[in-house]
């Protein structure tokens, strides 16, 4: 699982894979920051009822937990679909005869 044969592939993989992490974890820090945000100026909305009888402050935590978990789901598939293109680009190269 996720793992790399060659130096200059593993290099080149784990810049794809640290760009896409750095980018989906400012999408979460502005995501999280909006609800602290909203905890330190505008705490009164924290109590409104938004779903079922849930105050935001309810629905937002359970919103950031399952954003987090989509998040992940997201970083896993885009990490696997580089890691195939990497392996097909080896074996593109392997069978025009050329070294790895």
């Known amino acids: 699982m996720h793992v790399n044969n060659t130096s200059t592939e593993k290099e080149s993989l ?5 760009a896409l992490g750095i980018r989906l974890f400012f999408i979460y820090l502005i995501c999280y920051a909006g609800f602290v945000l909203i905890g330190v100026f505008q705490y009164e ?9 849930l105050n935001l ?11 987090a978990v989509i998040l992940g789901v997201v970083y ?3 990490c696997t ?3 195939d293109e990497a392996d ?3 074996s593109d ?3 025009e005869g050329g070294t790895v």
């Open 57 to 67: 402050a309810l629905a937002y935590g359970i919103g950031l937990i399952v954003f």
């Open 88 to 90: 097909a680009e080896q």
């Open 14 to 18: 784990t810049k794809r894979k640290s």
């Open 45 to 53: 909305l924290l109590a409104f009822q938004v779903l079922g009888g």
């Open 93 to 95: 190269e392997i069978e």
């Open 81 to 83: 679909k580089y890691e």
């Open 76 to 78: 896993n598939y885009y």
